[in-house]
T-cell receptor
Framework: DAKTTQPTSMDCAEGRAANLPCNHS???????VYWYRQIHSQGPQYIIH???NNETNEMASLIITEDRKSSTLILPHATLRDTAVYYC???????????FGQGTTLQVKP | DGGITQSPKYLFRKEGQNVTLSCEQN?????MYWYRQDPGQGLRLIYY???????QKGDIAEGYSVSREKKESFPLTVTSAQKNPTAFYLC?????????????FGNGTRLTVT
């Protein structure tokens, strides 16, 4: 599975959009991009995933560049409850063996 | 509601004792996984099972054992052979086709061995 690179930490003002970048320059054609988040002392929560096209659900939007070498997770109106560690993962494995790195710690501030 | 239940939330054991962590899911998922998380670190895969009565080692299986006698259950035993057992343990499950079936996680068991 391809490796991802994320900033260690980011801040965002409450009510503003949070844009979390992820680089995955070695991604293969059949690998999906997944985003999860983990609030302290809880299990990770699935947010969104995509292959080529941009995706949107009730939680977030995922923007994938045309060359698929990077992506951005957008939380349109961040709240204090969105403070968490956000993991960007790429995988094509049938086993679901997703590799969780250290992620980005997003701090939403009042 | 469907989900994954891990119990207990906190577990304390003396060094040298085996301990079993419970994981139950009612999502009708075929595949189940155990991860370990150390402070400030990502998740590392211990064992996984794609069908009943079958399981495979993950990246850090030494000192751990599992069983998968029922689809709903995937208990993890931390044996006395595990050198550094104190950690946060997470169980997850997914449908057979992981391309469009994201992982669902339980809320973890925090094991402390002294």
């Amino acid at each position: 599975d391809a490796k991802t690179t994320q900033p260690t930490s980011m801040d965002c003002a409450e009510g503003r959009a949070a844009n979390l970048p992820c680089n995955h320059s070695t991604i293969s054609g059949n690998e999906y991009v997944y985003w999860y988040r983990q609030i302290h002392s809880q299990g990770p929560q699935y947010i969104i995933h995509g292959l080529k096209n941009n995706e949107t659900n009730e939680m977030a939007s995922l923007i994938i560049t045309e060359d698929r070498k990077s992506s951005t997770l957008i939380l349109p109106h961040a709240t204090l409850r969105d403070t968490a560690v956000y993991y960007c993962i790429v995988s094509a494995g049938n086993t679901g063996k997703l590799i969780f790195g250290q992620g980005t710690t997003l701090q939403v501030k009042p | 509601d469907g989900g994954i239940t891990q119990s207990p939330k906190y577990l304390f054991r003396k060094e040298g004792q085996n301990v079993t962590l419970s994981c139950e899911q009612n999502l009708n998922h075929d595949a189940m996984y155990w991860y370990r998380q150390d402070p400030g670190q990502g998740l590392r895969l211990i064992y996984y099972s794609q069908i009943v009565n079958d399981f495979q080692k993950g990246d850090i299986a030494e000192g751990y054992s599992v069983s998968r006698e029922k689809k709903e259950s995937f208990p993890l035993t931390v044996t006395s052979a595990q050198k550094n057992p104190t950690a946060f343990y997470l169980c997850a499950s997914t449908g057979r086709n992981s391309y469009n079936s994201p992982l669902h996680f339980g809320n973890g068991t925090r094991l402390t061995v002294t």
